[in-house]
């Protein structure tokens, strides 16, 4: 009896002191990102990659329907095997739109990919660094946080870490 009563008691003290210990914060992912110059860089790049690709797209329309519209005029008066080879020539323009505009979705995806993961990689190595220098044993989003004080949440002090000043509180969302 006196042997459970002893590891009772050495059970609560041990977790009276990791419950002492525990230090938790939270980080506004959605507020840091728009306030970096790089991401700002990455959405500008991005609007000018998915330009040139809807230039192209659209392109690549217009011809087809040029192409379709002296199909249509001139169809009547086309010879059999002319019109065989004009239908065969648009169905395969019209696959290749297709394919084109499959390409580019994917395109476009891994392109913002590539601009965006380092961004990321480099806010979550500092969200680690500044929870660190803090003491901080738990780092959660803020979307996911049931509640969350302002002396809590790491933003701000990331976005310093970061080299990016912080806007003052009326200039917050």
């Given at each position: ?35 970096l110059p790089k991401f700002k ?133």
């Amino acid at each position: 009896m006196k042997k459970i009563l002893f590891l009772a008691i050495a059970v609560f003290f041990v977790w009276q002191a990791n419950a002492q210990s525990l230090k938790i914060a939270h980080f506004d992912v959605n507020y840091v990102l728009p306030l970096l110059p790089k991401f700002k860089k990455a959405e500008d790049d991005m609007k000018l990659y998915t330009k040139q690709i809807k230039d192209e797209a659209e392109s690549k329309q217009k011809e087809f329907e040029a192409k379709y519209k002296v199909y249509q005029e001139s169809a009547k008066t086309w010879d059999p095997a002319i019109l065989k080879v004009k239908q065969e020539e648009l169905q395969s323009l019209e696959r290749q739109i297709g394919e084109f505009e499959q390409k580019a979705q994917e395109d476009v995806q891994g392109k913002q990919g590539e601009l965006l993961s380092p961004i990321y990689e480099e806010i979550e190595k500092t969200v680690k660094e500044v929870a660190v220098a803090g003491g901080y044993t738990h780092v959660f989003r803020t979307e996911t946080a049931a509640y969350g004080t302002k002396t809590s949440n790491l933003s701000d002090a990331v976005l310093k870490k970061l080299g990016v000043t912080p806007p003052v509180a009326s200039e917050k969302k």
